[in-house]
């Protein structure tokens, strides 16, 4: 008996031993793939906590009737649907998924369902649901397996135009949809390729506008009768210059189409497309910015568009009829998205955000000026009255053109040269705009650390020929574009240029990879989250509605001397060289960059001895969207900081 109560006694303490441990450590999930990372103290998870409790909220859609919305806000672990009755009401969650719900829109009758679209695992194939108000109910519309996108209501409201991938798995075709009659679902046009896309209705809804994208260079628009399918182009084809077109609403009368497009210009403009003569008349020709973003009241009366002007946003407004701007009052400086009219013609929905407010929903009556806050998101009870505002730079790089990014700086109470964090934006036709940072915001606060967000050539904002420098054969250009912006700051006395952090997200983090085997000996460390290690295999095994897409940005790499290329440059092929850590970070199901491009990386610096730390999560895609995922991975890569880039 005494011996087995001493084994008793003995279990007993290594269970204490071990939950106290377990109190010291932050438990990963199941659904985390580790390696090479340390456990992470709770002390850590503590010090770090209110960064990583920052709410946002997205406008999704007005009530055809009433004046109240649905936004999407995270309460738990992802993004769902709310209702919101009134300006600063509270928000009231329909949908209860443990996936994020994205593009809800309300029946444009009666307001009594919404449809939205929801994937599973970060897989991207998403489905539509429709979410009836007085039963509560969620019916899928679509077949639970293929992509289906998009969703543009007829005039009658008795149907929606959608893209769907079921037929081959590749091509985006367009189908029609009841929403209140699933069965009713049918192929109207089968298309090739994965740039298409349905945006408009005709006003007597015979015709349906339709959107091909081949590159973000080159997009055309087609007429397709809503009734055979038969597609008709209205747009220029086969010219010298490529052309790109952004959307497109047709007028009140039906003879002629609003587009944003940088035909003859090398931005993007608002311009009236005439179907009869095809003439474009430009709506914005004295504005030498690209046009964002825009939207057509419910009686095709007004258009409200958003100007970038150097990254920041510009609301404005015509009056269709006049073609005269609409005086609007000055909006704070900030980003804007999402611009939605109701149907009341006068309320405007946008959302809004700053390097020190979140993203809320706000909305503008353009009639009295007078400006609504729908959301009011919490911010983790920090003052963000405080947090840093971004100084616009400018450098020179190699071939003597100006590039320009956003310095966020530390607090003076940081004395000495701040280390720096140079985050590169994907795309790769993104571009970095000074919106508010979140959880980045820690890192100035806290950590002392500048961070600087580039706009190499490629990125977009800076006109059509800015857009191609980076293109095919020229994309070593960008690569030394992080080389001369390393050479800035040496020059700036705050900044410390053997301190450098590189890290990125999806082409930023091919980028990341790049700048770790070219100059590393000029950074201290890298963190690259859902990376291209290789473009090749990339192009090879990425979706098949994407591949096309992307092969007019990065080259064909069936092409042998484009391969060639490829393979040259591609960091896997020139790993040997990356000697300083990296963090690597993937979603198991990313159906844009496999986990394979990750695997491959991590295989090869493990062989070569570099320091490695490596977090996949088997429940996401291409980014981590679970707040808990999130969590981890934020912890960890500020662990990941503390041990390479401030030691």
């Given amino acids: ?66 004046r109240e919305m649905l936004i999407q806000t995270r309460f738990a672990e992802t993004y769902q649907v709310h209702l919101v009755k009134s300006p600063g009401a509270a928000r009231t969650q329909l949908t209860f998924f443990k996936e994020s719900v994205e593009g809800a829109a309300y029946d444009p009758s009666r307001g009594a369902f919404f449809v939205f679209n929801k994937d599973s695992g970060g897989n991207e194939n998403y489905q539509k649901y429709r979410f009836d108000f007085d039963s509560g109910k969620i019916i899928m519309l679509t077949d639970g397996k293929s992509r289906n996108t998009g969703g543009v209501w007829s005039n009658k409201h008795d149907r929606i135009a959608y893209e769907s991938t079921r037929r081959t798995g590749k091509d985006t075709d367009i189908w029609i949809l009841n929403p209140n009659e699933p069965k009713s679902d049918r192929l109207l046009v089968q298309l090739e390729g994965g740039g298409w896309s349905a945006i408009d209705w005709s006003p007597d809804d015979a015709k349906i506008l339709l959107f091909e994208e081949i590159s973000i260079n080159e997009s055309y628009l087609w007429i397709a009768d809503a009734a055979t399918g038969e597609k008709t182009l209205i747009t220029p ?16 009368d039906g003879k002629g189409i609003y587009v944003i497009t940088d035909i003859n210009s090398e931005f993007r403009r608002l311009a009236y497309l005439e179907l009869a003569t095809k003439k474009h008349t430009i709506l914005t020709e004295k504005i030498k910015w690209d046009v964002d ?13 958003v100007i970038n002007e150097d990254g920041l946003s510009a609301l404005h407004a015509i009056d269709l009829k006049t073609n005269q701007e609409i005086p609007l009052p000055k909006l704070p400086v900030g980003l804007i998205s999402g611009i939605t009219w109701h149907n009341n013609g006068k309320d405007l929905a946008y959302n809004f955000d700053s390097p020190r407010t979140g993203l809320d929903v706000f909305s503008l009556n353009i009639e009295t000026g007078k400006i609504d806050r729908w959301t009011y998101s919490e911010l983790g009870g920090l003052n963000t009255n405080t947090f840093s505002e971004p100084q616009l730079i400018h450098w020179k790089t190699f071939d003597r053109k100006t590039l320009s990014g956003f310095l966020y700086r530390p607090p003076a109470s940081f004395k000495g040269k701040r280390p720096v964090v140079i985050d ?12 508010f940072l979140g959880r980045y915001n820690y890192y100035l606060n806290e950590l002392g650390v500048s961070i600087l967000y580039p706009n190499v050539r490629g990125s977009s904002g800076y006109g059509k020929t800015f857009l191609k420098l980076d293109d095919g054969f020229l994309r070593e250009g960008t690569y030394k574009d992080i080389s001369t912006l390393l050479d800035w700051i040496k020059t700036q006395p705050d900044l410390d240029s053997d301190r450098i952090m590189i890290t990125g997200g999806s082409y930023g983090g091919h980028m990341t990879l790049a700048i770790s085997y070219l100059y590393s000996e000029r950074i201290r460390c890298a963190v690259e989250v859902v990376g291209i290690s290789n473009l090749v295999t990339f ?7 994407r591949q096309d897409l992307r092969r ?17 440059i591609a960091p896997i092929n020139n790993a040997e060289k990356i000697k300083k850590p990296m963090f690597i970070v993937q979603g198991a199901n990313d159906p844009r960059v496999p986990l394979s491009e990750a695997q491959q990386m991590l295989t090869t610096l493990k062989k070569i001895g570099t320091p490695a730390w490596y977090l996949v999560a088997k429940d996401e895609g291409h980014g981590f969207a679970k707040k808990q995922n999130r969590d981890f991975e934020f912890y960890a890569t500020v662990l990941f900081m503390k041990t390479f880039l401030l030691n």
């Fill in 424 to 435: 590169i934006h994907g795309g790769p036709e993104g571009q970095a705009t000074p919106g």
């Fill in 293 to 305: 973003q825009y939207a057509i009241s419910h009686d095709r009366a007004k258009i409200a568009f």
């Fill in 237 to 252: 084809k086969g010219g010298k210059e490529k052309v790109a077109y952004a959307g497109g609403v047709f007028s009140s």
């Fill in 552 to 568: 007019v940005e990065y080259g064909d790499e069936r092409e042998p001397k484009m391969r060639e290329f490829m393979l040259k």
């Fill in 1 to 66: 008996m005494k011996i087995i109560s001493r084994i008793l006694f003995i279990i007993l303490l290594t269970a204490i031993f071990s939950i106290a441990q377990d109190r010291e450590y932050l438990v990963p999930g199941d659904n985390l793939i580790i390696e090479g990372i340390p456990k992470i103290p709770t002390t850590l998870v503590d010090e770090v906590g209110r960064y990583s409790e920052f709410r946002y909220a997205f406008f999704s859609s007005w009530h055809p009737e009433k």
């Fill in 539 to 545: 192009l090879e095994n990425t979706s098949g509605y």
